[in-house]
């Protein structure tokens, strides 16, 4: 059985284009006019992704599973 599809992110009001995402994931962020975006925003299970939500410094990162919506990231 596949592993879900997990749906990434960025809160705009929150992101201040700290990059850090970018650091850590740069397959599955960039950030452009200040502000980070998802490239994917639906992606496959990728560690990288979950690091990137934990370490962004404003929290704006949610990762959750798709169809359950289950927050996998930021642990709360």
């Given at each position: 059985m596949a592993e879900p599809r997990w749906e990434v992110t960025v809160d705009p009001g929150?992101?201040?284009g700290s990059g850090v995402?970018?650091?850590v994931?740069?397959?599955?962020?960039a950030v452009?006019?200040?502000?980070s975006r998802a490239l994917h925003p639906l992606t496959d299970?990728?560690?990288k992704v979950l690091?990137?939500?934990?370490?962004?410094?404003m929290e704006a990162i949610r990762v959750r599973e798709a169809g359950s919506g289950t927050l996998l990231a930021p642990v709360e």
């Open positions: 929150r992101c201040v995402c970018v650091a994931a740069a397959a599955h962020f452009r006019e200040r502000r299970p990728d560690d690091d990137a939500a934990e370490t962004c410094p």
